[in-house]
């Protein structure tokens, strides 16, 4: 069979066959019938906005592979910042090249001291940390004069390390001033999960356990990219119009502050919290099939399979229980998750477990506030959204973003004064 689709208008009988290439047609295709006849797809549902080497996701399937290799093999293989090298460059690097780009992370940590002694004094005491790291983000950009030469290759590099760098220097320093404590700066010494660890939690004495430190990793290797999501869409949208990285990431950080976007794994820790008791679960059960409440951490936009990276997290949360003592709430999920596999209504819906359910028990583990969790999801994915930036720099396909839309207001109508209305 060909790989074409045809399309006729029954209005004129103008036919049109266009080549199917792996499930896509080009929408040119519409305008090849009528110039002005556009395709209605709220929220883009059908619709692929970019042509895209870095991340596959199969969500009939369960797959999720950055640039060809499976999630499963990266987190139990690799380390964060291997992974980010990965997405941004296409390959795994040798033990040279990540050397560099270790060292070359590393010795970016650290941020300008206005940042740290003027602009942060300007949040109120009580700010919420993930608005003002989406804040932190865009003025950070104004510190670097090269910040807007994005088609120069050595600059681009040079923007793409600070912000990895900086991240999680910002994240720390968004917590520490809304616990009112002193901040601590970066410690170069240390893993980029262990710097991170020890700049949100040092008072004192303090040691990263390693398996703490392995399990930020491997959470930071888990939320590193996931393909088209609102905030990496975000993140193209506002680089199509070149601005700067600093702008488009503060962009798609916003996009992740929403509850719908960044924000699940908070909503499955209240969930589970309101819950109370193992006790309860069947009775929240044949409330959510009611329609009277909602089941948290279960299904996905795009997964209609378990989700590869809820099992990863479930194992990982096993073992930094081990280190901390288990989360009260993981008997509840466990039960919750056990109920709701196994019944019809469920399963049916294909709503299963996502990276969410359990993410959140762990980050409680390590003592971070539910306020953070959304900042806990950026750290790792801005080297997702600099991959897509990077990449969509070097497309000669894209255009300014600029979506058509489906006008539905009144026609023509003439001004009528103030007085005769």
């Known amino acids: 069979m060909p790989d ?22 080009a929408s040119s295709a519409l305008r090849e019938l009528d110039k002005n006849l556009f395709m209605y797809d709220p929220a883009f549902l059908s619709t692929a906005s970019c042509r895209s080497a870095i991340t596959y996701l199969d969500g009939e399937a369960g797959i999720l592979r950055y640039r060809g290799y499976p999630i499963e093999q990266l987190a139990e293989h690799s380390s964060y910042l291997e992974v980010a090298y990965l997405l941004l460059y296409g390959e795994l690097p040798n033990n040279e090249q990540l050397d560099q780009w270790t060292y070359e992370v590393t010795h970016h940590t650290f941020i300008h001291e206005n940042m740290r002694k003027r602009f942060v004094d300007g949040f109120h005491y009580d700010a919420h940390p993930m608005g003002m790291f989406t804040s932190s983000l865009a003025a950070l950009g104004t510190f670097y004069d090269d910040a807007k030469e994005i088609f120069d290759p050595e600059c681009r590099h040079k923007q793409i390390l600070r912000l ?13 001033f809304s616990a009112g404590l002193p901040f601590f700066l970066p410690d170069n010494s240390l893993s980029y999960p262990a710097n991170f660890l ?29 393909e088209q999501n609102c905030g990496t869409t975000a993140m193209r949208v506002v680089a199509s119009s070149n601005a700067d990285p600093y702008s488009a990431a503060a962009a798609a950080a916003a ?14 820790v209240h969930m589970l919290g309101e819950i109370g ?10 409330e959510v099939k009611e ?18 990276r809820a099992t990863i997290i479930k194992r990982t949360a096993y073992e930094v229980f081990e280190v901390t003592g288990k989360n009260p709430l993981l008997d509840i999920a466990l039960k919750l998750e056990e109920t709701a596999l196994e019944d019809p209504y469920f399963v049916d819906r294909k709503l299963y477990p996502n990276v969410d359910f359990y993410s959140g028990l762990i980050y409680q583990a390590l003592g ?19 991959a897509h930036w990077d990449e969509l720099l070097g497309d000669k396909d894209q255009k300014i973003s600029r979506p058509r839309q489906w006008y539905a207001g009144p026609s023509e109508r003439q001004y009528v004064g103030l007085d005769d209305r």
Do not use: Q
């Open 277 to 286: 008791s193992i006790d309860e679960v069947p009775a929240f059960v044949d």
């Open 255 to 268: 996009a992740l502050y929403g509850p719908l976007h960044g924000g699940a794994n908070e909503a499955v």
């Open 198 to 226: 020890t700049m949100m939690w040092k008072i004192g004495e303090y040691e990263v356990h390693p398996v703490l430190e392995r399990a930020m990793d491997v959470l930071f290797i888990l939320h590193a990219d996931h």
């Open 164 to 176: 990895i760098a900086k991240a999680p220097t910002l994240a720390a320093m968004c917590y520490r």
């Open 368 to 386: 971070f506030p539910v306020e953070m969790f959304t900042v806990l999801f950026a750290i790792p994915r801005m080297s997702g959204w600099l």
């Open 4 to 25: 074409t689709i045809t399309i006729t208008d029954d209005r004129t009988g103008k036919t049109v066959t266009v080549p199917v290439t792996d499930g896509v047609f």
């Open 291 to 308: 329609g009277k409440g909602r089941l948290m951490g279960f299904g996905h936009r795009v997964y209609k399979n378990y989700d590869p």
